[in-house]
């Protein structure tokens, strides 16, 4: 492997495995996608790891021709903090889907991005667990007939984007499978951000839960439905970008921009925690069909990442103390005394 930077392209991360996803699976896509940007970043390739957990997206650490690890149902994000805890140099990614780290891997998930390790997060959204043959998902909507579910899901389903927000995640995005460009250009984004970066993919499971996100993709609705939110630049959408989104008090509404100037739009602000929370919640007001699905940057914040933090610690109490001695620790005069 060689140790020059950019002295790779994307079929050099091809590796002699046969991928093996579905036909016509989304997950191709962003295969393709990231192996694309990876040559564009300025990185090493011996020194990019992908680490997922369980799930049909969890199998793409053996589609890179890079280091990585297949771990355990929902916990990438502990094995990633573990590397980045002694490896901070390293571009980790995390490959994960919406059962793998919204229902079995949750509590690490949103501990992960409290703590803020620097890692990229790549959150597969399909709304159903696919490998294990299409039971419904913490994402899966209410009323969904699944395998599991057959007169209907009874759960309220997760909101990603709004969870990763609750949990403080210093970065949240969203993209989908079925626009390569927009994909491109998140993974990138995700990659600068120095911090914990959640990009959530939709993905199309064409087996178990065939156009989920169709209305958000296909070029008849595409534009009327989808929403591509840039910093500081006013939220506008539609068939011939004649819409536009105002925010009245906290309440986003649609108006038509042959009536209303571009100056009275929303403006788009990553650093705007409040107005983030705000936007990634829209589609989930039932009172206002006409709201369209955001994508692309939500939130974006500044803030020091937990090894970064560790590493200033240690050699802070290795400076005041010593060096610290594991053999006279443990011939030390500090006992348990066990009854």
């Known amino acids: 492997m060689s140790t020059d930077i950019n002295n790779f392209t994307a079929k050099d991360l091809i590796t002699d495995q046969e991928v093996?996803?579905?036909?016509?699976?989304?997950?191709?896509?962003?295969?393709?996608q990231v192996q694309t940007v990876l040559p564009e970043l300025g990185l090493k390739r011996e020194d990019i790891v992908f680490i997922s957990g369980i799930g049909c997206s969890s199998r793409f650490p053996y589609y890179m021709e890079t280091y990585g690890m297949h771990s355990i149902h929902g916990r990438a994000t502990a094995i990633a903090s573990g590397l980045k805890s002694v490896r901070n140099d390293l571009s980790v990614w995390?490959?994960?889907?919406?059962g793998d780290s919204l229902s079995i891997g949750g509590n690490h998930f949103i501990h992960l991005l409290r703590r803020n390790f620097n890692v990229n997060i790549l959150l597969f959204n399909n709304e159903i667990?696919?490998?294990?043959?299409?039971?419904?998902s913490p994402t899966t909507q209410t009323g969904q007939v699944t395998k599991s579910s057959p007169y209907g899901a009874l759960d309220h389903a997760f909101n990603p984007a709004a969870l990763c927000l609750g949990a403080d995640a210093s970065?949240?995005?969203?993209s989908m499978d079925r626009d390569p460009l927009h994909l491109r250009q998140m993974l990138k984004r995700t990659h600068e951000h120095q911090g914990?970066?959640?990009?959530?993919?939709?993905q199309n499971c064409n087996v178990f839960n065939d156009g989920?996100?169709?209305?958000?993709?296909?070029k008849t609705t595409k534009k009327g439905n989808t929403l591509f939110v840039t910093h500081g630049e006013p939220l506008i959408f539609g068939e011939s970008n004649n819409k536009g989104i105002v925010l009245e008090g906290t309440t986003p509404r649609v108006v038509d921009l042959e009536n209303t100037s571009t100056n009275d739009l929303w403006i788009h602000d990553e650093q705007d925690r409040n107005k983030a929370n705000i936007l990634v919640r829209m589609f989930d007001n039932p009172s206002d069909d006409s709201l369209p699905r955001p994508f692309g940057v939500f939130y974006s914040e500044n803030r020091p990442c937990?090894?970064?933090?560790?590493?200033?610690q240690v050699e802070e109490v290795t400076n005041k103390f010593g060096k610290g001695n594991l053999d006279a620790l443990l011939r030390g005069k500090s006992v348990y005394e066990i009854k």
Do not use: N
Not at 94 to 98: E, K, L, P, R, V
Not at 129 to 136: C, I, N, R
Not at 196 to 202: D, G, K, M, P, R
């Open 94 to 98: 995390i490959i994960t889907g919406d």
């Open 171 to 174: 970065f949240v995005a969203r």
């Open 196 to 202: 914990a970066a959640v990009l959530e993919i939709y």
């Open 129 to 136: 667990y696919g490998l294990t043959k299409g039971q419904y």
């Open 212 to 218: 989920a996100f169709e209305v958000f993709t296909e």
């Open 20 to 32: 093996r996803w579905c036909p016509g699976c989304g997950d191709y896509s962003i295969l393709k």
């Open 306 to 312: 937990y090894e970064d933090l560790m590493i200033e």
